[in-house]
Nanobody
Framework: QVRLVESGGGLVQAGGSLRLSCAAS????????MGWFRQVSGKEREFVAA????????YYADFVKGRFTISRDNAKNTVYLQMNSLKPEDTAVYYC???????????????WGQGTQVTVSS
């Protein structure tokens, strides 16, 4: 079965950086896109970023463009989210997810991790 495990969350001051990792296991991920989402308690989960299987195409929510970078290492079945210039409003539980195929803008993810907490203090 597919398993996604996030790591790298924590507490950081505003303006700081964190790098989240998501290790995938349980199947061959050839052709699978990877995405990051986040959720604040009491609010809906929102899309953050996505990357296609090859790593050539990426897609970001407007509120993270220029600050966050998604990347992947297929040899390690791992996707990363580099988060710079963090703001208190970035505080949330961050989840990684995976699904098969295009389009990269699709939000129809079938597999999810358990999430990692990111807290940005002002």
């Amino acid at each position: 079965q597919v398993r996604l495990v996030e790591s790298g969350g924590g507490l950081v001051q505003a303006g700081g950086s964190l790098r989240l990792s998501c290790a995938a296991s349980g199947r061959t991920f050839s052709g699978y896109a990877m995405g990051w989402f986040r959720q604040v308690s009491g609010k809906e989960r929102e899309f953050v970023a996505a990357i296609d299987w090859s790593g050539d195409s990426t897609y970001y929510a407007d509120f993270v463009k220029g600050r966050f970078t998604i990347s992947r290492d297929n040899a390690k079945n791992t996707v990363y989210l580099q988060m710079n210039s963090l703001k208190p409003e970035d505080t949330a539980v961050y989840y990684c997810a995976t699904r098969f195929g295009p389009p990269i803008e699709s939000r129809a993810y079938g597999y999810w991790g358990q999430g990692t907490q990111v807290t940005v203090s002002s």
